[in-house]
Each structure stands twice: as structure tokens, then as C-alpha cells.
């Protein structure tokens, strides 16, 4: 018996011996190297830049350097839009006619068709069948085949199913 209890207490002793150990302590010094290793640069910058590199230009005739003047580009001016119809969302088709020159005509933008409750039904009669067949409870797993069924058919019908007019 005390040999059991001698074989029983020397690993839970090294165990705790073990657990028990401080993490060593870092390196000052090495600290101190990353810091200045990653503070370095890749190539030395350069150390004198010729007049040119600074945007300046030798004029012949002063026999010095002077700053390049470059003309400014214009551009030009874009047309101002305004918009004259408080209605909301509508759309503006300009026609043309002979007698009358242009006209513009507004029409009312048409909504998409979704189809959010057509596939949420359709989803959940699929996940109530599916949701029967495989689960040995059979109302349960209909139950919760619907529910999911009829979720994800609902987002889909919503988002995806989308009739554009």
C-alpha cells in the first residue's frame, strides 16, 4: 500500500512542482533590439537633391535657378442642376415633337414586386414535409421544418424572388 501511494504521490509532485514555475522574465537587452530593429529604415535617404528634383529651373539668362511656373489648366464649369418638381421619386423622359419642340413628361417610378409571401408559404410546407420525414418525432420536426421553412423562404421571396418593372 505505501508503495501505491509513493508511485501516486511522485507524479501529482512533479505535477505541481511544474505548474508552479514563474514564466522567465524577458530580456531587457532584447527588448531594447527589437525596438531599434524595427525603428530602422530599409535604404538610407538620400542626402542632397539636385535643383531640378526640387522644382526649380535654370533660367540662361540670370545664370540661376529659378521656380518652375506651370500654367493652371482650366476647366470647364459644370452645369448646374436644379431641380424643379417636388414630387417624389419620379422619372423624367424628354420627348420630341415637331410642333412643339420638347417637352418633358414625369412618370411615376414603379415599385419592384417581391414575392415575400408566395415563397414563405411555399418554403414552409417544404420544411414541414422535409421536417416530418427526418425527424423521429414527426409533429415536432414538422413544426420546426415549417418555422424554418417559412423563414427562409420569406427572406428569399423578399430579396432574391424580385420582379424589376
Do not use: F, W
Given at each position: 500500500m505505501k508503495n501505491v501511494m509513493k508511485i501516486m504521490l511522485i507524479p501529482a509532485a512533479m505535477l505541481a512542482a511544474a505548474c508552479g514555475r514563474e514564466a522567465p522574465k524577458t530580456d531587457d537587452a532584447l527588448k531594447n533590439d527589437l525596438a531599434l530593429a524595427s525603428q530602422a529604415m530599409?535604404?538610407?535617404?538620400?542626402?542632397?537633391?539636385?535643383?531640378?528634383?526640387?522644382?526649380?529651373?535654370?533660367?540662361?539668362?540670370?545664370?540661376q535657378y529659378q521656380p518652375v511656373q506651370y500654367p493652371q489648366a482650366q476647366y470647364p464649369q459644370a452645369p448646374v442642376v436644379q431641380?424643379?418638381?417636388?414630387?417624389?421619386?419620379?422619372?423624367?423622359?424628354?420627348?420630341?415633337s415637331a410642333s412643339s419642340g420638347s417637352r418633358v413628361v414625369y412618370q411615376p417610378r414603379r415599385e419592384p414586386i417581391r414575392h415575400t409571401?408566395?415563397?414563405?408559404?411555399?418554403?414552409?410546407?417544404?420544411?414541414?414535409?422535409?421536417?416530418?420525414?427526418?425527424?423521429?418525432?414527426k409533429v415536432k420536426g414538422g413544426l420546426i421544418g415549417a418555422v424554418a421553412g417559412g423563414v427562409l423562404g420569406g427572406i428569399i421571396?423578399?430579396?432574391v424572388d424580385v420582379e424589376r418593372p
Open positions: 530599409p535604404y538610407n535617404p538620400q542626402q542632397v537633391m539636385n535643383p531640378a528634383e526640387m522644382g526649380y529651373q535654370y533660367n540662361p539668362y540670370t545664370g431641380r424643379v418638381s417636388t414630387r417624389p421619386a419620379t422619372t423624367v423622359r424628354r420627348t420630341s409571401k408566395r415563397d414563405a408559404a411555399i418554403g414552409a410546407a417544404a420544411g414541414a414535409i422535409i421536417g416530418a420525414t427526418v425527424s423521429r418525432d421571396g423578399h430579396t
